[in-house]
């Protein structure tokens, strides 16, 4: 027998595993004694629209254990046979990596080309790029094992339902490390301290497969014979051969999108957003969300989180200006993979404990902003490198970034002195202005003005903006059939998730990823 539980909460209770359980088998009509129920955690969500913020719950408590395969199933990577084909898999970010564990599956050998260094390795490159200002283009914080996902907050929230199992992909993290809360918790996350720990697991089951990774390892050429992609050939001169070619390389991997424009392979300019990261301290956003006097949240709420969305005109033109990739409890850390450029983006660790909390803004650029004539499919991205650069420039050359307080920048005015910061290489106070093109910074004015309205206290100089966030989405497509997934006019060629422009983040990157190996196996089966 199954009793379905729909909860309201307090956060004490919802919060704490072991009164949680007690509270569900209470309400089931069991007792703590009870040794044979079974609770299943299904979802938890908090909600704060009143003055009493309450958290949500829902479960099924079970009188005996049901089937648990069926309910968080383990999967099961068989070695690949010595004849298997290969596959070779272009970047190890989470497309790449669950490509490989799911062409595994399909009886297919992956090999997994990365141009960064594994999880390990890859730190003593970001401690370079926060302490000495030193930019590894093969190494930072967007490459390297795990992709940018690894090192940038590790956030497993995605509205693409329909592309994929969403819950299959969390289930998989589970499997190799991740706590069972991302299974029920309405936006999971995991923490930039424990997924490099969660990324290893996975390499470990690609490998003990008979899967193969190379890391070190840029791509430079592809190998074509005709309109046929055969592989690709790395920097080294090595070349790799496969039935088909999973191209998973992450939204900054200029290189290859130089690459295919240069070979002419079809790719498309593709609408994005850019504009800066704002930075609150954490007790802020509590006492806003919350309604907290003090901005104490106590000991059982997460921190406060926000998604602030608003239409801003320029010049008779509306486009929008929203949060993106807020981090509560979190840091700003340096993204740039090239020297001369300054990008900035967010994370958080596990416990989100920091006092800093902080979003991007951005403002949607869409291709009627883009000088196409002059670019054409790569418009968007020099326009990303105009705004990168031009902030490396103006903050004095090194990794420290341009920033101002948020009341100034909306006011016009630069500010005299910064506030302290969670961003390593340091800030330098300018006008942002100047390194704002007018379409953006004339937006997050106004943006920013609609925040304040929206939350009291949010439009304030004890908060200041960082620049510049420019690393949204890819501002190229690599165009593929919607059914086959190939390239329409490259065959074996398997463009994949953000670097191609079909996935926003972890979960639905990993799905994409999924979805390219299954379409290589139907192909390799016709």
């Known amino acids: 027998m199954k ?38 955690k299904i979802k938890r969500s908090i909600d704060a629209r009143g003055r009493e913020v309450k958290v949500k719950v829902r479960a099924d408590v079970y009188t005996q254990a049901p089937d648990l395969s069926t309910i968080l199933p383990t999967y099961h990577y068989p070695s690949v046979k010595p004849d298997a084909p290969t596959v070779v898999i272009v970047g190890a970010g989470p497309a790449g990596f669950f490509a490989a564990l799911r062409c595994l599956e399909l009886g297919l050998k992956p090999v997994v080309l990365e141009r960064g260094k594994d999880v390990r390795s ?36 995605t509205r693409s339902k329909k592309r994929g199992d969403v819950q299959r992909v969390l289930q998989i993290l589970v499997q190799h490390g991740a706590t069972t ?76 999108y130089e690459l295919l424009n240069d070979k002419k392979i079809l790719i498309e300019a593709k609408p994005f957003a850019m504009g800066v990261r704002v930075e609150h301290q954490q007790s802020l956003i509590d006492r806003i969300q919350y309604h907290c ?38 840091f700003i850390v340096p993204a740039a993979t090239a020297p001369g450029e300054v990008v900035v983006n967010g994370m958080s660790p596990s416990r989100r404990d920091s006092r800093f909390a902080n979003s991007g803004i951005v403002v949607a650029v869409n291709l009627e902003d883009m000088d196409l004539k002059q670019h054409g499919p790569l418009a968007g991205l020099r326009l ?28 016009g005015k630069v500010s005299s002195s910064l506030l302290e910061t969670s961003y390593q290489p340091g800030l330098a106070s300018v006008d942002m202005q100047e390194v704002l093109p007018p379409m953006i910074g004339q937006r997050l004015r106004g943006g920013f003005q609609e925040f304040g309205y929206k939350m009291r206290g949010y439009l304030t100089n004890e908060a200041q903006i960082v620049g510049v966030e420019s690393r949204t989405s890819s501002p190229v497509r690599i165009p593929r059939d919607k059914e086959t997934l190939q390239h329409p006019q490259i065959k074996n060629l398997f463009p994949c998730a953000e670097g191609a422009g079909y996935a926003g ?4 990157a990993a799905m994409d990823g999924e979805r390219c190996a299954e379409q290589v196996a139907l192909l390799i089966k016709r």
Request: aromatic content about 8%; glycine content about 10%.
């Open 3 to 40: 009793k379905e539980l729909d909860l309201v909460l307090a956060p004490e209770i919802a919060y704490d595993s072991a009164l949680l359980e007690t509270e569900l088998l209470r309400q089931a009509g069991f007792s703590k004694s009870n040794e044979t129920a079974y609770i299943h």
């Open 122 to 157: 890859r730190r003593r490159d970001l401690a370079a790029i926060n302490k000495e200002h030193v930019v590894n283009p093969d190494s930072n914080y967007c490459f390297g094992e795990g992709g940018a996902g690894t090192y940038s907050d590790g956030k497993l929230y």
């Open 181 to 256: 809360d991302i299974l029920f918790d309405a936006h999971p996350h995991i923490g930039t301290n424990k997924l490099p720990v969660l990324i290893s697991q996975i390499r470990e089951s690609i490998l003990q497969a008979g899967g193969e990774i190379h890391f070190d390892t840029r791509v430079t050429d592809f190998v074509l014979d005709r309109q046929h992609m055969k592989g690709v050939v790395t920097a080294s001169g090595k070349t790799f051969e496969g039935e088909a070619v999973i191209l998973a390389t992450g939204h900054s991997a200029r290189d290859i």
């Open 293 to 330: 006097a003090d901005g104490n949240r106590g000991d059982y709420l997460p921190a406060a989180s926000y998604a602030l969305v608003q239409q801003v005109a320029y010049k008779g033109h509306e486009r929008g200006v929203f949060s993106f990739c807020m981090c509560p409890g979190g």
């Open 384 to 411: 990303q490198q105009a705004m990168e650069q031009k902030a490396c420039a103006v903050a004095g050359g090194t990794q420290v970034a341009p920033a101002q307080r948020l009341q100034d920048f909306v006011k």
């Open 505 to 508: 983040g972890i979960v639905s």
